[in-house]
């Protein structure tokens, strides 16, 4: 108990823990904001060139840092969109700990591309197909004597409050699917609760500060439909997969502890000749079929030794030993060396 409690003790994150945490990461992402900004303010004229393509006018300042204002915005701006991935990852990997069951490194990866990508799109959409049809509309209201003079500030606000809306309007399948991460979600439910989506979408498109045309209401609220029946498949293929799964899961644990069956058919071998062709067409399905070993249960009965005959030599084989004895002697007649008499010699 005592080394569990030490370990629980080591493992829990204090108050200050997640502050330093928090310095790291803001620091990251604001050396992150400052080498992006740095790189779009090289670019910053091509930049206002094409951000003030839409309007096709001319962009005015009031105040003597006006210009300087409207740069430094530029850069900011632009780096905030470079940066997104980083930003993202950054947040994500803070308010890891929380989720650490769920959000495993690889899952923190994709989460973070999908969610760069998902804001791209939205700044595209908003851009491409809101900002002409906004800009269009205001201008159909413009009163005779009076002449439109818009300047700078105003129009990059009015820019990067659209672009912010769909960069988060766009990011509703990531969070969908984050929620049914935590707490799984029924497609029904979702189903059911459509209908306040589709409302709610019309609702936000009429409030929203840069359009009131139908057209361009109806643009912004179809994304918001379409991205919410894209999460609902989402959550429909997640759980087809969690399903399938946990499926393979059981049915490999069920056949681990499911006994295998005793073979007690006899394999008897061939009978046969080795060689034969009906031997080798019969054998050969069964090599990858089980044979039963059998073991042997007998015991052997120790007979008593029996008396045995002398083996008496023949004729021939006599000969031959007194021939050899008798070379042998008179080898050792010519020769200096003695060699010892044997144990087992034979006389003649």
């Not at 923190?108 to 269009?136: D, E, H, M, R, W």
Request: charged share 15%; aromatic share 10%.
């Amino acid at each position: 108990m005592g080394e569990v409690s030490k370990h629980s003790r080591t493992n829990t994150t204090t108050l200050n823990d997640h502050l330093r945490e928090l310095q790291v990461r803001l620091v990251v992402c604001a050396v992150a904001l400052l080498i992006a900004g740095i790189v779009v303010y090289m670019f910053y004229g091509p930049i206002l060139a094409f951000l003030s393509s839409p309007l096709n006018a001319p962009l005015y300042y009031t105040s003597p840092a006006g210009g300087f204002t409207y740069v430094m915005k530029i850069c900011v701006a632009g780096a905030l969109i470079v940066t997104v991935p980083i930003i993202f990852f950054n947040l994500i990997m803070f308010v890891r700990p929380a989720f650490e069951k769920v959000l495993s490194m690889k899952r923190v990866f994709t989460v973070t591309i999908f969610s760069s990508v998902l804001a791209v799109a939205g700044a595209a959409f908003a851009f491409y197909c809101i900002l002409p049809g906004s800009l269009q509309f205001f201008k159909g209201f413009q009163v005779s004597g009076l002449n439109a003079l818009i300047s700078a500030d105003s129009y990059l606000g009015f820019l990067t409050s659209m672009i912010a809306m769909f960069v988060i309007v766009f990011q509703i399948p990531l969070i969908i699917a984050f929620i049914d991460t935590i707490h799984p979600l029924s497609p029904r439910q979702l189903l059911r609760l459509e209908k306040w989506v589709v409302i709610g979408s019309l609702v936000v498109a009429l409030l929203a500060p840069f359009t009131y045309d139908f057209v361009t209401s109806i643009l912004i609220a179809v994304p918001i439909i379409v991205l919410y029946n894209l999460s609902i498949i989402i959550v429909v293929m997640r759980h087809k997969r969690k399903n399938s799964k946990n499926k393979a899961t059981a049915r490999s644990q069920e056949l681990a502890t499911k006994p295998e069956p005793i073979n007690t058919s006899a394999h008897l071998p061939p009978t046969g000749l080795i060689g034969s062709t009906n031997d080798v067409a019969t054998e050969y399905p069964n090599l990858a079929t089980p044979v039963t070993v059998y073991r042997k249960t007998t015991m052997d009965i120790c007979r008593p030794a029996q008396h045995q005959r002398p083996i008496t030599q023949v004729a021939w084989s006599q000969e031959r030993v007194v021939k050899r004895v008798q070379l042998s002697r008179k080898v050792n007649l010519i020769s200096d060396i003695k060699v010892p008499p044997r144990a087992n010699h034979i006389s003649i």
